[in-house]
């Protein structure tokens, strides 16, 4: 066992209050005695001095690799009966569950109107052909028939629910698509991406399908199986993404790229001792940073709608003209290509009449209200705390400011819902190396194969499934994926790990109070 008092008791505990110059916090991080630390720069190594002890000397590329095995050999004399004390307390449950989704607080009556039709929008079944016309264009391959079947937890635009929609999507109007196997009721909502392409396969086709009379196309084939609630094991070529939630997104797409770069820049010298980087993704068309997505892929939440029209429901669009599967007896009887365009004919109010599906989309993300986080209890601001001293903060930032913003209206006024506000986010928008443990081969713009886009956590305390495929449901399983061969997270969630059981409970109810 190691003495409470001990040189690496004294290291281990205090290990983000000395490096992140948290001083002031180390006395509430566990129960031991513990001395202060200082550091300075001597001839390109960084020389940590323990007051009463010998320098210790790292070289700037050795600096998270030495305490890493620190803090593994620190960590290894944790007792497993405590750290089994820890608990996610699950999904914590609020009056608004399930109601609607909130607007933006200052939203303008305009805007409010646009939000509401593209609330009504995003809610829609939608159907190969409906009698009526309207609603029309789903498939002929396709992952559900709603954008609201796959967001809606806890309120219409959030995420995966706790109860699987797509089983029932796959049979309704007759259809005959066999569920596969990582779909499951109590499992999350997944799409199926193959490594050997990159792209997403539908998991679901049109055949047999009352509105879709004559096509015959046949599913992909996913085998062979996993297990079904983690989506782990299985086929090697096939990796998953989960819905990422929408709340608040209108606020990320208004904060400019100079303050994701100055954030980026800022504490660069614990984040170098942490191991931690990052870099934003960019377009490859003019270069601004991307930032929707679990990869940060998409540019804006046009680009984001568009393409997920197109790709989880098989409806062509403005910005993706062309059907992906062209097969004409699978179009729908009198369907156009592309099925979601602009109403020209609509010449009267409301003024939303005349948008398109993937526009009203748009506009409903666009200005849908962030997630509203619980009362402060002394838990959890001792848990804010102990977030940002083990350095969760680095990558998690949490907040940056949106700058001028325009909803849908004036193009010379901007929203004062979305304009100069500060988005709490608690994230940095940039794509990280996560390491062995979660690669998924998939690479998008400059995020390569085990890069993701730091996950926001606003909202965490309300989501049901983690990690971009949805692995767990348990956040200290999440953070312990966090921590494996070439994962910039590594050094923070061992030292997460490394702390007393009341210090790493509280940061747990921390973030599910988020």
């Not at 264009?137 to 967001?151: I, K, M, T, Y």
């Not at 709608?305 to 669009?317: C, D, F, K, L, Q």
């Not at 929203?415 to 608690?426: D, M, Y």
Request: with cysteine; proline share 8%; net charge neutral.
């Amino acid at each position: 066992m190691t003495r409470s008092g001990s040189r690496t008791d004294r290291v281990h505990r205090c290990f983000s209050d000395s490096f992140a110059t948290r001083r002031e916090l180390c006395p509430r991080l566990g129960n031991t005695t513990r001395r202060r630390s200082r550091e300075r720069r001597v001839e390109g190594a960084y020389e940590l001095v323990w007051y009463g002890g010998q320098p210790m000397r790292l070289h700037d590329t050795a600096i998270h690799t030495a305490l890493a095995a620190l803090l593994v050999a620190s960590s290894a004399l944790t007792s497993p009966a405590a750290v089994a004390q820890v608990i996610d307390p699950g999904v914590r449950q609020t009056g608004t569950d399930n109601g609607p989704p909130p607007p933006l607080a200052g939203l303008t009556a305009d805007e409010l109107a646009f939000f509401q039709d593209g609330l009504a929008r995003f809610s829609a079944v939608k159907m190969v052909r409906s009698p009526t016309g309207d609603n029309s264009g789903l498939g002929p391959r396709f992952n559900s028939n709603a954008c609201a079947s796959c967001h809606i937890q806890p309120v219409v635009g959030g995420s995966s629910p706790s109860v699987n929609p797509l089983p029932a999507v796959a049979h309704a109007d007759g259809a005959t698509n066999a569920v596969p196997w990582f779909i499951v009721s109590n499992g999350p909502i997944r799409e199926a991406r193959f490594v050997s392409d990159g792209g997403v396969h539908d998991l679901f086709v049109v055949t047999n399908r009352s509105d879709a009379a004559g096509c015959q196309i046949a599913q992909p084939s996913f085998a062979p199986a996993g297990y079904g609630l983690s989506g782990q094991g299985g086929n090697p070529n096939i990796v998953f993404r989960i819905p990422t939630p929408l709340l608040g997104a209108g606020l990320i797409e208004a904060i400019p790229d100079s303050a994701i770069l100055a954030n980026a820049r800022a504490d660069a010298f614990t984040k170098r001792l942490f191991g931690v980087s990052g870099h934003p993704n960019r377009s490859g068309n003019d270069g601004t940073i991307t930032r929707f997505g679990w990869k940060a892929q998409n540019k804006s939440l046009l680009l984001f709608s568009a393409e997920a029209y197109n790709v989880e429901m098989g409806i062509s669009n403005l910005i993706f003209p062309q059907e992906r599967d062209e097969t004409p007896a699978c179009q729908g009887l009198g369907n156009m290509t592309p099925n979601d365009t602009a109403t020209f004919g609509a010449l009267t109010p409301p003024n939303s009449a005349v948008l398109s599906d993937m526009e009203g989309f748009a506009d409903f993300m666009r200005m849908l209200g962030p997630p509203v986080p619980a009362q402060p209890t002394v838990s959890t601001q001792h848990g804010a705390a102990v977030f940002t001293a083990v350095g969760c903060g680095l990558c998690h930032t949490p907040v940056l400011a949106t700058g001028p913003a325009i909803a849908d209206g004036d193009e010379n006024t901007p929203s004062i819902a979305l304009s100069n506000q500060p988005a709490r986010l608690f994230s940095d928008l940039l794509v990280h190396h996560m390491g062995a443990a979660l690669v998924d081969g998939i690479t998008q713009g400059s995020a390569g194969p085990d890069e993701f886009r730091t996950a926001p956590l606003w909202g965490v305390g309300q989501r049901v499934f983690f990690l971009h495929d949805g692995r767990t449901s348990n956040l200290l399983h999440a953070i312990r994926l966090h921590a494996s061969p070439g994962s910039e997270a590594t050094l923070v969630a061992l030292t997460f790990f490394s702390l007393s059981v009341q210090d790493q409970q509280d940061l747990i109810y921390f973030l599910r109070s988020l």
